[in-house]
Every structure is written in structure tokens, then in C-alpha cells.
């Protein structure tokens, strides 16, 4: 397993996998890696015969008043799991190696990014699409691996994929939580002991949720309305948004009478986390 900084050096190392003729799956991460990214890395280490795993933490999907400065690093840690879990290739650039002086090329979309955590975080999802293209384009996996933690982003590679022509097959997978519930995230750092317990409210609300769809429920104000009172009774939780939406376009939908998201995004503290299910998983 090696971890390489450069772009010439990934590319090097894809054209010999390529000259053997093997497949190669990408998991991007953002690093600080848990169970939930190892679960990514074990679905393409299954489907793949080589995995190259990004670890950057992307500047360009940060606001200027988000956890940029603060977002926990530790790639000696990191390589350690990748290795365990079957992983080839560690891409870990420096921001100049990513976005040269005169970078000036996004990827934007409309429409899916116009909704829940489009709304509080402008210009993430412009960010996300732009480095996610960049390392489609450098790895040119033949699959890519993303989480369904981050429903909404999931939904707008997909999208962005199919728009633009990208021969990479996207892969969604599960939502990996600890022993108590809470999804598994690099931000769970930041929580005191204190923040920990109340954070465990988003699970039981997504508990909640598919409790209420599983015993019929199909009026979406009704479940939002129960899993935001659940919330709005944990005094260190404050709701960003609890919002039920169709899968396939991010619009908020009244009844569940098809595929659809319900996701929440709720500040413990300072700390923004998410969570999420799909009714199709209920
Ligand atoms: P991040 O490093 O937070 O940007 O996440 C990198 C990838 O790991 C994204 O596709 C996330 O959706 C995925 N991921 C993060 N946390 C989890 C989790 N608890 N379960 C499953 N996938 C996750």
C-alpha cells in the first residue's frame, strides 16, 4: 500500500494496473477515516481488483465560517486502515497540488443542490462536484464508492455523472453507526461527553422515522412532525433542517407515495451532523 501526493504519480500507477488489465475502484474521503469509509473501501476491494482511496480535505467545499481550519488529519492512521482493508493507493495531495495558482473551473449544478444542506452550505456542493470530476479524472476509476451518510451527495454524483457522461459506475453504500445508533462521522470528534449523549437524538429521530413509515405513515408533515418534537426536547440540539424529499430530484414532497429521503441536519452545539434514511430501505 503506498500513498502518493502527486497527480503524475497516481496516474502512473493506474497506467501499470490498466497495462495488466485490471479494474480499479475509487473511495473519495475528506480522511480522518472510520468504519463507515473502511465499509467503502471493503465494497470495492470486493469489486475491483485494485482501490485507490483519495484523502483530502477539500478547501473548496468549506464556507469561510465552516470547520475547515479544525477538520481532524491523521494520514499515518489513515494508511494504517486502508491497509487492513484491502486498499492499494492512498492519493493525499496538498490543496496547490489540486488547485493550481489560476485555477478557475467548476462543476455546478442546479436544481439538486438547490435544497437541504444546499441551503445552509452555498457553495458546497459546487466544491464537491468540482473535486470529485478532478479525481475522476485523474484516477478514471471504473467505479466509485460513496455513503449514503451524505444522501444528498450521493444523489448529485449520480446526477452529475449521468449529465456529464461519466463511464464510472456509482456505488451507494449503507449507513455505518455505532454500537448506540449514532452514524459514524470524522465531525463525532468534535463532541464532548456531554454533546456525545445528546447527539444521539438524530438516530432515534431516524429510528422514529422508519417506525412511523414501516407502521404505514405516508403523510411526510406527520413524520417530520414527530421527529422534530423528539429533537426540539434534547436542550443542547438545534435543527438546521428535518425535510422529506423525493430521491431522484431533492424536491420536498408531501406524501410518500414514491422513492424518498428523510434528512435531517442538526447543529449539537457547535457541531453540525446528519442523518438520514430512505423509505426504500425502511
Ligand atoms: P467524508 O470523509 O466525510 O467526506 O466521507 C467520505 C465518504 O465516506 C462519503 O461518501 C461518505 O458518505 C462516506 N461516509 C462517511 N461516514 C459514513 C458512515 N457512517 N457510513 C457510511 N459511509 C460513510
Known amino acids: 500500500m503506498r500513498v502518493v501526493k502527486t497527480v503524475d504519480e497516481v496516474r502512473a500507477q493506474v497506467k501499470e494496473w490498466r497495462a495488466q ?22 465494497a470495492s476491494h470486493r469489486d475491483n481488483d485494485r482501490t485507490v482511496v483519495s484523502d483530502f480535505v477539500n478547501p473548496m467545499q468549506f464556507g469561510p465560517a465552516e470547520d475547515l481550519e479544525s477538520y481532524p488529519r491523521d494520514i499515518d492512521r489513515d494508511a494504517k486502515l486502508v491497509e487492513e482493508h484491502g486498499g492499494d493507493l492512498i492519493f493525499n495531495p496538498e490543496p496547490s497540488e489540486m488547485y493550481h495558482e489560476g485555477f478557475s473551473s467548476f462543476v455546478d449544478m442546479t436544481v439538486l443542490t438547490q435544497e437541504l444542506c444546499g441551503l445552509s452550505r452555498p457553495v458546497h456542493f459546487r466544491g464537491v462536484c468540482t473535486v470529485v470530476s478532478k479525481l475522476f479524472n485523474i484516477v478514471k476509476p471504473d467505479r466509485a464508492y460513496f455513503g449514503k451518510k451524505d444522501a ?22 449503507p449507513i455505518v453507526r455505532e454500537a448506540d445508533g449514532l452514524a459514524k462521522s470524522s465531525r463525532n470528534t468534535y463532541l464532548n461527553e456531554a454533546e456525545r449523549k445528546a447527539a444521539l437524538v438524530l438516530s432515534k429521530a431516524v429510528f422514529l422515522g422508519m417506525d412511523m413509515v414501516r407502521n404505514g405513515e405516508s403523510d411526510c408533515s406527520a413524520v417530520i412532525g414527530e421527529i422534530k418534537k423528539l429533537i426540539e426536547a434534547e436542550p443542547l440540539a438545534r435543527i438546521d433542517y428535518v425535510k422529506i424529499v423525493d430521491c431522484a430530484t ?9 422513492p424518498a429521503l428523510c434528512a435531517m441536519a442538526v447543529y ?6 446528519i442523518d438520514n434514511f430512505f423509505t426504500e430501505d425502511v
Not at 488489465?21 to 471493503?42: C, F, K, N, Q, R
Not at 451527495?153 to 453504500?173: F, K, S, T
Open 250 to 258: 431533492m424536491q420536498q414532497i408531501t406524501s410518500l407515495d414514491r
Open 152 to 173: 444528498q451527495q450521493l444523489a448529485v454524483i449520480r446526477h452529475m455523472a449521468d449529465d456529464l457522461n461519466m463511464d464510472i459506475e456509482i456505488i451507494g453504500c
Open 21 to 42: 488489465g485490471l479494474t480499479v475502484g475509487l473511495v473519495p474521503t475528506m480522511g480522518y477515516l472510520h468504519e463507515g469509509h473502511a465499509s467503502l473501501i471493503d
Open 268 to 273: 449539537i452545539g457547535k457541531t453540525r451532523l
